[in-house]
């Protein structure tokens, strides 16, 4: 279980999160949305230790996450996956290699290992025909595609997902929400997604949190976000040409 405890964070005059707090039930999928700049990646990496808070907690399982030692942080991340927003590939590294790199850094794990479940991975995603090929010869689409088959590699408890159709053309962006949907029920226990796009959000969301001025404004399931009468949420989800 993923929790977040009055979270502050500020970098240098920039208050950016202050007072973020939620929890999420086993099994969701959690949106997180909110205006560019609102802090929805600061948060995102606060989950995973990227991000040290200046005050406030974030308990994985029960455990505060702020309080422990690079070590034991190490040990929590290895029990995430996460699709970058830009997918973060290797540039000089083949769509294979880059799948296969978490597994690689764990020490001793054999080689006949990584190639079955590099394939198995890229399968899911299908892209088991570009293994060869460097990220510079892939569409963003399929990039993201990579980013993912890295992520679910070694079967994470958490999935998080840092804006995973930006960029992206409607129907390949629907093509992601696909797979994300896919993976998530499958494949883990928990997922979070930072987006601003709301048709991604009700494709694959089970909660909603809406991130405005440094706080959670909004906390709710996806059908209490269609009957939410909050006027600046409001205006965000139009400013964003959906309607609930």
Aim: net charge negative; charged share 25%.
């Amino acid at each position: 279980m993923i929790e977040v405890e009055d979270l502050h964070k500020s970098f240098g005059d920039a208050h950016i999160l202050r007072g973020v707090s939620f929890a999420l039930d086993r099994g969701d999928t959690f949106a997180i949305v909110g205006h560019s700049g609102s802090g929805k990646s600061v948060l995102l990496r606060h989950l995973i230790g990227l991000h040290q808070p200046d005050s406030g907690r974030v308990w994985i399982d029960g455990t505060d996450i702020t309080q422990l030692a690079d070590p034991e942080l190490r040990s929590v991340r290895q029990r995430f996956g996460m699709l970058f927003q830009d997918g973060a590939l290797f540039d000089s590294m083949t769509v294979f290699d880059n799948v296969a790199f978490p597994l690689r850094m764990i020490s001793g794990t054999p080689e006949a290992e990584v190639e079955a479940k590099v394939t198995e991975s890229l399968e899911r995603v299908g892209l088991s025909d570009q293994a060869e090929q460097l990220p510079a010869e892939l569409s963003g689409g399929q990039r993201k595609r990579v980013g993912l088959a890295r992520a679910i590699i070694r079967r994470p408890d958490y999935l998080l997902y840092d804006e995973p159709s930006s960029g992206l053309d409607p129907e390949t962006s629907n093509t992601i929400d696909e797979l994300i949907t896919e993976v998530s029920t499958q494949l883990c226990r928990q997922a979070v997604m930072v987006t601003h796009n709301m048709h991604s959000v009700l494709t694959i969301a089970d909660q909603v949190g809406f991130l405005h001025e440094g706080r959670m404004r909004f906390v709710g399931t996806v059908e209490e976000l269609k009957c939410c009468e909050d006027p600046v949420l409001c205006e965000f989800i139009e400013a964003n040409a959906y309607q609930l």
